[in-house]
């Protein structure tokens, strides 16, 4: 039973450009949940989500970011105009379901470096 | 607001030596999850343990031990007879439950502690 994928696990973008990170959830799983890891912290949520559902989106910022979990396929995180401060390690996680009562599943996550 | 303080931020210990690495929470739920993640150099996280607050027992799992005191709303961890691969970044998390409100999908994490196992 394959764990939680993430891909890439290392991305390097220009200030200004682009950065999409994806996320298999483990199988059976339909929530998912982005965390952000800036440097030397914790883990931040940033999103939860159902299929085609966002749930909750208070921990992304306002601007620039957004998230999608379609149908079919992975679930997608998308910063646009990326910058500096959005080096981090994004992790994403998955549950059965929306519970604490079940550990969240990690995948390894994304490391971004804008340059 | 949740909150959760790990207050050592880098421990090291020579191999072999007991290690405990501290975690404080503060909630007002009355029925919450918390849970210890590893975090290898690697940089993926590992679930260590999950505990219900209603649960005070504590738990041994190998050389790992978990103290749960409500009463001091504290979360220890205790590493016995430490080994290099033990070394990391170990996170204490804390998640709320629906029945006070709260969301209980999202989990808090404290800041990590770095464990340094030296051979």
């Known amino acids: 039973n394959a764990g939680v994928m993430q891909n890439p696990r290392h991305l390097v973008r220009r200030r200004g450009q682009e950065a999409r990170l994806r996320c298999s959830p483990m199988?059976?799983?339909?929530?998912v949940y982005w965390y952000r890891q800036l440097p030397e912290e914790g883990l931040k949520f940033m999103v939860y989500?159902?299929?085609?559902?966002?749930?909750?989106e208070s921990g992304m910022p306002k601007e620039r970011f957004s998230a999608e979990f379609p149908k079919e396929g992975p679930s997608i995180l998308r910063i646009q105009q990326v910058v500096r401060g959005d080096s981090a390690a994004y992790f994403c996680?998955?549950?059965?379901?929306?519970?604490?009562?079940?550990?969240?599943?990690f995948g390894p996550g994304t490391r971004l470096t804008v340059t | 607001a949740q909150k959760v303080t790990q207050a050592q931020t880098e421990i090291s210990v020579v191999e072999k030596e007991d290690v405990t690495l501290d975690c404080v929470y503060e909630?007002?739920?009355?029925?919450?999850?918390l849970f210890w993640y590893k975090q290898p150099p690697s940089g993926e996280l590992v679930f260590l343990i999950r505990?219900?607050?209603?649960?005070?027992q504590n738990e041994i799992s190998g050389r790992y031990s978990w103290n749960f005191q409500k009463s001091t709303s504290s979360f220890n961890f205790t590493i016995t007879a430490s080994q290099v691969v033990d070394s990391a970044v170990y996170f204490c998390?804390?998640?709320?439950?629906?029945?006070?409100?709260?969301?209980?999908?999202?989990?808090?994490f404290g800041k990590g502690t770095l464990l340094t196992v030296n051979p």
């Open positions: 996680a998955s549950s059965p379901i929306a519970t604490s009562f079940y550990e969240q599943y």
């Open positions: 199988k059976g799983h339909s929530h």
């Open positions: 989500l159902q299929k085609e559902n966002i749930i909750d």
């Open positions: 505990r219900n607050s209603f649960d005070e």
């Open positions: 998390a804390l998640s709320e439950t629906l029945n006070s409100g709260g969301s209980n999908y999202k989990l808090t």
């Open positions: 909630t007002r739920d009355t029925t919450y999850y």
